[in-house]
Each structure stands twice: as structure tokens, then as C-alpha cells.
């Protein structure tokens, strides 16, 4: 390891890595010396992160996954820790948002998905992942939860849902995994500037969004933070409100 390079020789996951928060978490681990495993359906997409982060000096590589459908994840996780032998760096990023009315005008069908994306997905992955962490006593698994975290979200109770719940079981988790010298952690943002939802947060003004580089900066602070330090959870506002 170096002052430049502080995550060399380490192996970072990153879900939901073909655009938005995921690939601006990618390039920056990337930078920082991480070997990257990129992952979400869209192999163009991730094909594309790949070849940047190539193009910048770094070491990538993808594997789509479909994170509804825990068999894909199974073979996913059993794939990299054949090849890896490790995984350092587990960011749970991959997320979907529907605001499209009140919730008991919300189709089972979506419910299940969104949760299946947000809630579901981070446990599989977690189960997947940590055992590897708790035999090599290191590991950071960071979770992208949200402000809906934290307030009512009325015509988005079922993301609200999905992230309150996110926190309670990764505050849970990391009480279970700290011992072992893994620290889970929750990043909390306000609207970040990318197409999530139906694209509304492209909207926003310059200083009312958050960037994908400013959570990827957070990242990159929660897994270069000092070993005997735990930072557990971080909420990023954008500066103006409106
Ligand atoms: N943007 C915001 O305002 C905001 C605010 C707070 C929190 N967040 C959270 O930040 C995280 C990233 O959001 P973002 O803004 O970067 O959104 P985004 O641009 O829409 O990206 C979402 C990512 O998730 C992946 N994904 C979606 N469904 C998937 C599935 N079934 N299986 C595997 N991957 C899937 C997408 O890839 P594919 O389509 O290729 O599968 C994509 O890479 C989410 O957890 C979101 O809740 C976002």
C-alpha cells in the first residue's frame, strides 16, 4: 500500500456500476489502486466503465447480474471469490425508485422488485461476501441508503421503506461484523445529479444536487478511513434546499 495508491491489492465490489453514483464509485476506488469488479444488467454499460477505468490506468472488470433473482447473485459472488480469492470492498449501490402514487395504489409486482433491488439484494450480497471478510479480519461493505431513509416520502412509501429497512439491517450487521474487523457502514444522500427514478434528480440546479464524484469522495473516505476508526454512517445534503 501506498500514500497514492492506498487501495492496492485490494478487491472492491461495486453493484449498480454501469452509470450514476455506482460508476463514479467505480473510477474512484479505481484510482485509489482497487481492483474492480463491476456490476449491473447493462454489459454495454459496464463495458464502457471498463474501458475508462483501462483507459486511466486501473484494473476492472464486469459481470452483469440481474439483483432480483438470487441465484444470479449466488453465482455472481461464488465467481469472484473463486477468481479473487478476497473481496475487501463491498459497495451495495444498485437501487431503483418509483414515485408514481400512493401506496395502496401500488402494484404487488413493483413492491416486490423494489424491495428485491434495494433490501434483499444488500442481505444476499452481504451473506455472499462477508465470510471472506471475517477469515481475512478486514472488509468495508458500504451501503447507499438515502435521505427517504430518514423522512416520510409520500407517492415513494415503498422506497421509503426499502431504505429505513436498508439502515436497521446494516446497523444491525455492523454491530454483528465489527468485531471481526469489518466495518458496515450507510451513506445517506440527498438528490444526486443522475437518471435514477423517472430523472427528475437531472433536473435539479447546480448547487440543489449532489454529483455522483461528491458520494464517491465519501466512499473513498468511509474505505481509507484508519483501521481503529468506524465512521458508521454519513447523510450528504445538497447546499440549497430548492
Ligand atoms: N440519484 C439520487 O437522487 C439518489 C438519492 C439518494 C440515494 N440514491 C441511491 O443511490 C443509488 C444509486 O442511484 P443512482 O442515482 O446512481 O441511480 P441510477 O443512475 O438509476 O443507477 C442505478 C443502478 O442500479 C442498477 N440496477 C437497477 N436495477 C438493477 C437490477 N435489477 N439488477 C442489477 N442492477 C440494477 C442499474 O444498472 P442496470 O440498469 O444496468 O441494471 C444502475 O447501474 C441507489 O441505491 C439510490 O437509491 C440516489
Not at 457502514?185 to 447546480?206: D, I, M, N, Y
Request: charged content about 15%.
Amino acid at each position: 500500500m501506498t500514500q497514492t495508491f492506498p487501495l492496492a491489492g485490494q478487491v472492491a465490489v461495486v453493484t449498480g456500476a454501469s452509470r450514476g453514483i455506482g460508476a463514479a464509485i467505480a473510477r474512484k476506488l479505481s484510482a485509489l489502486g482497487a481492483h474492480l469488479i463491476l456490476t449491473a444488467r447493462d454489459q454495454d454499460q459496464l463495458n464502457r466503465i471498463v474501458a475508462e477505468i483501462s483507459a486511466a490506468g486501473g484494473h476492472a472488470e464486469s459481470h452483469p447480474c440481474d439483483l432480483t433473482k438470487p441465484t444470479q447473485i449466488e453465482a455472481f459472488a461464488r465467481l469472484i471469490l473463486e477468481a479473487h480469492r478476497r473481496c475487501d470492498i463491498l459497495v451495495n449501490n444498485a437501487g431503483v425508485g418509483w414515485f408514481q402514487g400512493p401506496l395502496h395504489t401500488t402494484p404487488l409486482e413493483d413492491w416486490d422488485q423494489l424491495l428485491a433491488i434495494n433490501l434483499r439484494a444488500p442481505y444476499l450480497l452481504l451473506r455472499a461476501f462477508a465470510p471472506a471478510m471475517i477469515a481475512a479480519k478486514r472488509g468495508h461493505i458500504v451501503n447507499i441508503s438515502s435521505l427517504a431513509s430518514k423522512n416520510p416520502v409520500p407517492n415513494g412509501a415503498a422506497y421509503a421503506a426499502s431504505k429505513w429497512g436498508l439502515n436497521g439491517l446494516m446497523v444491525s450487521a455492523a454491530e454483528e461484523l465489527r468485531q471481526h474487523q469489518v466495518r458496515v457502514s450507510l451513506v445517506a444522500p440527498g438528490t444526486v445529479r443522475t437518471e435514477f427514478g423517472s430523472g427528475q434528480s437531472s433536473q435539479k440546479s447546480a448547487l440543489g444536487a449532489i454529483q455522483p464524484n461528491d458520494i464517491a469522495a465519501i466512499v473513498a473516505l468511509l474505505v481509507t478511513q484508519a483501521d481503529e476508526s468506524f465512521i458508521s454512517e454519513v447523510l450528504v445534503r445538497p447546499t440549497l434546499k430548492k
